[in-house]
Nanobody, 125 residues
Framework: QVQLEESGGGLVQAGGSLRLSCAAT??????????VGWFRQAPGKEREFVAAIMPNGEMTFYEDSVRGRFTISRDNAESTVYLQMNGLKPGDTGIYYC????????????????WGQGTQVTVSS
């Protein structure tokens, strides 16, 4: 069973940058064959899709509000997926989760069974 661990969150001023990491801590070989997505949940709001990447990174997908500011990538040698976040805004504040599944559509829908514990991102104005 793939297990995921996020890291890299923190407090940053508006306009700043952060890089989040989603590392497989178990079943790393299987992880490299899975699509991976990032989601976020702001206080009092539902969790929303942010970005996703295919198993070998050949295709990426973004939510409209982050396209051009965020970049998802992966290093399968390290069994890790990254989310580079530039031009951060207060509206990007929330807990960021990664999720994984063999189907990128399942990941994008937020219905995958594999999730990390989340990492907090706070953007101050």
């Amino acid at each position: 069973q793939v297990q995921l661990e996020e890291s890299g969150g923190g407090l940053v001023q508006a306009g700043g940058s952060l890089r989040l990491s989603c590392a497989a801590t178990a079943s790393k070989r299987a992880f490299n064959w899975f699509a991976v997505g990032w989601f976020r949940q702001a206080p009092g709001k539902e969790r929303e899709f942010v970005a996703a990447i295919m198993p070998n990174g050949e295709m990426t997908f973004y939510e409209d509000s982050v396209r051009g500011r965020f970049t998802i990538s992966r290093d399968n040698a390290e069994s890790t997926v990254y989310l580079q976040m530039n031009g951060l805004k207060p509206g990007d504040t929330g807990i960021y989760y990664c999720s994984s599944d063999s189907s990128v559509r399942t990941v994008q829908a937020g219905t995958a069974n594999i999730w990390g514990q989340g990492t907090q991102v706070t953007v101050s104005s």
